[in-house]
T-cell receptor, first 115, second 111 residues
Framework: GAGVSQSPSNKVTEKGKDVELRCDPISGHTALYWYRQRLGQGLEFLIYFQGNSAPDKSGLPSDRFSAERTGESVSTLTIQRTQQEDSAVYLCASSRYRLGGETQYFGPGTRLLVL | RKEVEQDPGPFNVPEGATVAFNCTYSNSASQSFFWYRQDCRKEPKLLMSVYSSGNEDGRFTAQLNRASQYISLLIRDSKLSDSATYLC????????????FGAGTQVVVTP
């Protein structure tokens, strides 16, 4: 079946502009996660959704970052007034809880470059 | 202290050889464990889940040691295509929430 999709695949923006990144999870997956990965670094947790609610926003780096999810499906990560340090790959993952546990599947990511 | 720690490597492995590496986790409540592989400039892909009894998938074997709070991954008969970064992941079972990712162990298989 279809995997997690993200758009755009690449985004170049100027410092100070707002950007929106989109994630379409696997159909039926109730949990959705956003991560950031800077070049050569590990995954940095940003936020996760259970349904349309975000019980854990602890990873959002600043109030410039926000995310929402609607219809227990698509999610949008918004970065306002982008800074150069926001340049990274933003990865989305979705999962479904099954007996025995929960496994995440990742989308291909959005590569963001802030000039 | 990071919740999941890994030796960053790189582990340089001749083709056909065996390589093994560990990852340690600090949260004793963790019950679900996974290994992902990540190729350069690609997303992480699930390699295998790690079961309490240990499990094997072809040339890959994962083991869990709860007493010492580590999991291991062993790759036999290494192929050039095994070159990647291997990410260790721990999660508290029966709980929605964060997956704790290690920073990854880089494996380079050489001809």
């Amino acid at each position: 079946g279809a995997g997690v999709s993200q758009s755009p695949s690449n985004k170049v923006t100027e410092k100070g502009k707002d950007v929106e990144l989109r994630c379409d999870p696997i159909s039926g997956h109730t949990a959705l996660y956003w991560y950031r990965q800077r070049l050569g670094q590990g995954l940095e947790f940003l936020i996760y959704f259970q349904g349309n609610s975000a019980p854990d926003k602890s990873g959002l780096p600043s109030d410039r970052f926000s995310a929402e999810r609607t219809g227990e499906s698509v999610s949008t990560l918004t970065i306002q007034r982008t800074q150069q340090e926001d340049s990274a790959v933003y990865l989305c993952a979705s999962s479904r809880y099954r007996l025995g546990g929960e496994t995440q599947y990742f989308g291909p990511g959005t590569r963001l470059l802030v000039l | 202290r990071k919740e999941v720690e890994q030796d960053p490597g790189p582990f340089n492995v001749p083709e056909g050889a065996t390589v093994a590496f560990n990852c340690t986790y600090s949260n004793s409540a963790s019950q679900s464990f996974f290994w992902y592989r990540q190729d350069c400039r690609k997303e992480p892909k699930l390699l295998m889940s790690v079961y309490s009894s240990g499990n094997e998938d072809g040339r890959f074997t994962a083991q869990l040691n709860r007493a010492s709070q580590y999991i291991s991954l062993l790759i036999r008969d290494s192929k050039l295509s095994d070159s990647a970064t291997y990410l260790c992941v721990a999660k508290v079972h029966d709980s929605w929430g964060k997956f704790q990712f290690g920073a990854g162990t880089q494996v380079v298989v050489t001809p």
